[in-house]
């Protein structure tokens, strides 16, 4: 380990990369602590601890939000307008052309139009967001021009964080808003940990012990899950063409049991948090027998067993539809046919399109059930354990282990392209 790292300093490129990346880390940390204006602490600490949605958009915002800082929203509304876009090259194949089919150019021009989907989406989440905190009482009574300034300040945020992740991503250690969200995890680690040691009592040190072991079974679980993939060979014919021959050379196909990554949780958190939001708007209206079925409402939403079976379920569905997004068998099929590849034993075309279908739907499930049990963690720990202080994010260790695999993977591949240039 130490001589890897002493490796990976050696190299200038590399260290001039990872101080850099370091420093922008430093800015957004000190601005995720810079916190809007007219904030009562305690009713924000409050919310915070008795909402899960709250502490899971939280996540995603890196700390941000628990903070109301100038960057409550975090990459959040950039991450919807990336979502949106992926989706929108479903319904209109130019789109999708632009994306995969005209090189750097039309990439930059397709990740221009997801920037500027993210100023609505941010002002409009920024807009919601502050209305719900005050309606709270943690904000207090704002003027329509402290509104439109607080709004404006997190919208500038958003872009502020959006701009941060491209200059990480330009770098080649992973990608910038994977990093960022990281960033805000792990910066969080240590109050967790304090939160921890003053709630420290000596007669449950067997529950204590039970709970590092889940733990590590968890982090295990999730590297296990996440390097997990099928192989499918690949083989191609041979080809003569004039003297030469081309072709003839087998490879393979990986198919990775995790294919949508943490996508379906965010799909999951944004759909139970529109009726919450709505339900926590209408209580604190007074509106008499609306305000009342609003109550009840998200008292239903906020039973952890109910919460948790709603979360597992559409955990699951959205794995499968983010799955189908991002992998087409027919177009996989079909690119195989045009290069003169076959899987051995299955005939090119439609058969070779449903074996591919068959084979992912299969691996799918496991995925699915896999997230799903990942994002309910922190209700299941909690139950056993039956100590609050104790919170296992289950969506926070898949996002850390994710980002600690990619990273490592891109400086061994910068290691071995430098190891090659020395040979």
Sequence with gaps: MM??????WGVSELREKILFILGVLVVYRFAANIPLPGVDVLALRSIFEGNQLLGLLNIFSGGGLSNISIVLLGVAPYITASII??????IFPKLEKLNKEEGEAGRQKFNMWTRWLTLPLATVQSFAMISLLRSQNVLGDLSPFMMTVMVVTAVAGTVLLMWLGELITEKGLGNGVSILIFAGII?????AFARLFSTWDPSQAFTYLLFFLIALVTIAG???VNDGQRIIPISYAKRVRGSRVYGGTSTHLPLKVNQAGVIPIIFAVSIILIPSMIASYLASSGGGKVADIAIAVNAFLQDPWIYSGMYFVLVAMFTYFYTAVI?????????????GGFIPGIRPGNATAQYLGHIINRITLAGAIFLGSIAVLPFVVQNVTNIQALQLGGVSVLIVVSVVLEIIKQMQGQLAMRNYEGF
């Excluded at 910066?187 to 109050?191: E, F, L, N, R, S």
């Excluded at 068998?329 to 079909?334: D, F, N, V």
Aim: hydrophobic residues 45%; charged residues 20%.
């Design 85 to 90: 876009m992926q989706l929108m090259t479903m």
């Design 222 to 224: 999730v590297v296990f």
């Design 327 to 339: 992998f087409d068998p027919y177009k996989i099929s079909e690119n195989l046919q045009k290069q």
């Design 3 to 8: 001589s890897a790292l002493r490796k990976i």
């Design 187 to 191: 910066a969080g680690v240590p109050t």
